[in-house]
């Protein structure tokens, strides 16, 4: 099936500006935080033609407008342009675009208010305000921001703070039930906040498909005590004691932000007990065989170029039963990166995973670091 990728004067604005076909590189990712990330695109295109999507004097080339990438019928990935640039090699021209999701709209604009001590603001609310106010090119529609029981009282006292700072912020907090959540913005730029589930298998991937592949647990991050501080306060520690029984005693500390309350901290504290109990599936590898879409209603029941930071897959092939739905960091994992190479027609997956760098680690308790 042959992609296409639209541009568009504005997702607002659906005036056709380029129909770009016969693509000698494509590519796009998506992940969680985040949704649609990042897609490159070239094509080989004549010199006055590319020359519309670059800005000069008293024009404003084509940077921001919305563009789309389709597979026959399906959407595949949205967003905006960002990066535009002719490549010549001898007397031939090619159009080099690179777009980011929508996600990336929430960095346009600096929140206003981070101070969220009154305590009345459960994490969907604050979420959907801060999105109300700050980020005009989301979609208004906040249906699919799922609500998340109990009050947040903290205060994010760095100035310069954007919208996907407070979700990085809320998002380690969880909720009472140790639930992990991520925040996506997907097809017509609707957010998403959803509770991380394992309720059906996504795909189903036999082992001989995955090209260069290796299973890998890592115990790196393996913590099997903790407590959490806000900077001023602690909360109690907190031990999962199975884990303890199996490997050595491995403690830390929890980052939350300054006056969380401490009912969300402590909730803080055992989700992150609940992801770092056992060693981890520590593995990224590249999928160029067949796979099975689960959902049997779905035209793209067998695309590699279907699959998306979010799914459940399912490795078939391994040893062991696999008959119940659960994370058993070997063979069925949420995914929560990918990245699609359409000339090769292969997708590299990341497993989810607690995050192992710093700048990671920082940036999911709301911390800024350096861009």
């Known amino acids: ?10 997702y607002s604005d659906l005036t056709l500006l380029d129909d770009l076909i016969n693509l000698t590189s494509l590519r796009y990712t998506t992940g969680l935080h985040g949704g649609f990330r990042q897609a490159t695109v070239e094509v080989p295109m004549e010199l006055g033609r590319a020359w519309l999507y670059l800005a000069r004097e008293q024009f404003p080339g084509r940077h921001f407008k919305h563009m789309v ?4 019928r399906e959407l595949r990935w949205e967003g905006r342009i960002m990066e ?5 090699s001898g007397a031939n021209q090619s159009l080099r675009l690179t777009a980011m999701g929508y ?18 603001n459960t994490v969907d609310s604050i979420i959907k305000t801060t999105l109300t106010a700050e980020c005009p090119d989301i979609s208004s529609d906040q ?3 799922d609500t998340v029981a109990g009050n947040v009282n903290m205060t ?24 992990t959540y991520y925040f996506a913005v997907w097809e017509n730029r609707l957010p998403y906040y959803n509770a991380r589930s394992v309720a059906e298998i996504d795909w189903e991937v036999p082992l001989s498909s995955i090209r260069n592949g290796e299973i890998t647990q890592s115990a790196l991050q393996l913590r099997n005590a903790a407590d ?9 520690s907190a031990a999962n004691t199975d884990s303890q029984v199996l490997y050595p005693v491995r403690d830390q500390v929890v980052s939350v932000p300054s006056g969380t309350t401490s009912g969300r901290a402590e909730d803080a504290r055992d989700r992150f007990l609940s992801e770092r109990k056992d060693p981890q599936q520590s593995s990224r590898f590249t999928i160029s065989g067949q796979m099975f879409r689960k959902a049997s209603n779905r035209s793209d029941a067998g695309q590699r170029s279907a699959v998306r930071a979010g799914h459940v897959m399912r490795i078939i092939g391994l040893t062991g039963s696999a008959a119940s739905i659960s994370l058993d960091n070997v063979r069925t994992f949420f995914i929560l990166e990918t990245a699609y190479d359409a000339i090769r027609d292969e997708v590299n997956v990341t497993p989810d995973k607690p995050p192992s760098s710093l700048s990671i680690l920082l940036a999911r308790q709301g911390v800024e670091t350096k861009r």
């Open 1 to 10: 099936m042959s992609f296409r990728v639209l541009i568009y004067n504005s």
């Open 69 to 72: 990438i389709y597979e026959g």
């Open 84 to 88: 535009a640039g002719i490549a010549w």
């Open 103 to 120: 996600w990336s709209s929430m960095r346009d604009q600096r929140v206003a208010t981070v101070n969220y001590s009154g305590g009345t």
């Open 143 to 145: 249906s699919n921001i």
């Open 156 to 179: 994010l006292d760095v100035d310069t703070f954007t919208a996907d700072h407070i979700v990085n912020a809320l998002a380690p907090l969880g909720d009472s039930s140790d639930n």
């Open 228 to 236: 959490a501080y806000d900077g001023s306060s602690r909360t109690a």
